[in-house]
């Protein structure tokens, strides 16, 4: 028997944009569908996914990218991006009568039940993710007084738990699990 030692030089290719979760590709869909059945503008709260190339190809066919409720005109047609929205946006956009979509990733809306039940049960929650990230602030925003962003191994020194029986973390889904485990180990 001969032995095959391969000792080939191997690269490895990193696609540039890369590509994105069936999350995100489900949104781009969702906002592809209302184009395509309200005809543009539609409007779409946040960039749907942090990808230039899919953000400018929307925009070409009419959807508008805006930061904040206020800024649609009433009656429109907005999408809630893969990343989520508080109750607080909902209920705004519910009072500028907009017509809404909510394209938030499956896995994103498991988070938010999670703070919404453990939240109920009394928890402090340390939602580990970066601040000022959409979806950490519509994940917060599910339970404000029991959510605490712990942004970092260094943040966690600052957290505050009232029982150390009844304190939960989750992570914001677009971190890795190495940089997730980085903060509770």
């Known amino acids: 028997m001969t032995e095959i030692n391969n000792t080939?030089?191997?690269?490895?290719?990193?696609?540039a944009p890369r590509g994105y979760c069936a999350g995100v590709d489900r949104a781009v869909i969702a906002v592809e569908?209302?184009?395509?059945?309200?005809?543009?503008?539609?409007?779409?709260?946040?960039e749907i996914v942090h990808n230039k190339h899919v953000v400018t190809g929307l925009e070409k066919r009419g959807a508008i990218f805006v930061n904040e409720v206020d800024e649609v005109p009433e009656g429109s047609v907005l999408v809630f991006s893969a990343h989520g929205?508080?109750?607080?946006?909902?209920?705004?956009?519910?009072a500028r009568g907009l017509n809404t979509i909510d394209a938030t990733c499956p896995l994103v809306t498991k988070v938010h039940r999670e703070v919404q039940r453990?939240?109920?049960?009394?928890?402090?929650i340390l939602l580990i993710g970066h601040e000022g990230?959409?979806?950490?602030?519509?994940?917060?925003?599910?339970?404000?007084?029991?959510?605490?962003?712990?942004?970092?191994?260094?943040?966690?020194?600052?957290a505050k738990v009232k029982d150390p029986k009844k304190v939960i973390?989750?992570?914001?889904?677009?971190?890795?699990?190495?940089?997730t485990m980085e903060t509770v180990l």
Not at 118 to 124: I, V
Not at 135 to 145: F, H, L, N, Q, S
């Open 33 to 46: 569908k209302a184009l395509d059945h309200y005809g543009a503008p539609v409007y779409v709260r946040k």
């Open 133 to 158: 990230h959409e979806e950490v602030e519509g994940t917060a925003g599910e339970a404000p007084d029991h959510v605490q962003l712990i942004d970092g191994k260094d943040g966690v020194a600052n």
């Open 169 to 179: 973390w989750l992570s914001q889904t677009t971190l890795s699990v190495d940089e």
């Open 118 to 124: 453990f939240a109920q049960e009394e928890y402090d």
């Open 8 to 15: 080939a030089t191997r690269r490895v290719l990193l696609a």
């Open 85 to 94: 929205v508080s109750p607080a946006v909902v209920k705004a956009s519910e």
